[in-house]
């Protein structure tokens, strides 16, 4: 998993999808954060960071949550746009890593619209998901997949 998630390339241009998927109370978050807290992720990664998502997926609060990941803050009564220009400014030309934990959405829409969020990284950036459901990371658009099994 660390070495897919330190190759530049992608199919999707700036910023790839990695899934770790598999039933439920496997490790995929346990998994996720021995990649994340992996020395050779942190030299590679210019930002690093972790939202937990669950069933909601509102992309307005995912945007803030993810802002708030990036600044190591809390990000308060601020409008979508303003929140979308500060997490442009976190972002822009830095070579991220997102990690979006126990992902239930399987709406492409919702998806598209986080996304389009998401698309100002460095070529490298990388998302790595946690989900249960194969078609939460097809809706998704992996490069990867990484299946847990018992």
Known sequence: MTLSLLNPTSSQGSVSVNAIVGIGGLGKTALAQLVYNDEKVKNYFEKKMW???????????????????ATNSEVLNLEL???HIRLKGNLEGKRYLLVLDDVWNDDQKKWDDLKAYLL??????KILVTTRCTRVASVMGVDTHMFCKV
């Open 120 to 125: 100002v990284g460095a070529p490298g950036s």
């Open 81 to 83: 746009e303003e929140v």
């Open 51 to 69: 939202v937990c998502v669950s069933e909601e997926f509102e992309v307005k609060l995912l945007v803030k949550k993810i802002l708030g990941s």
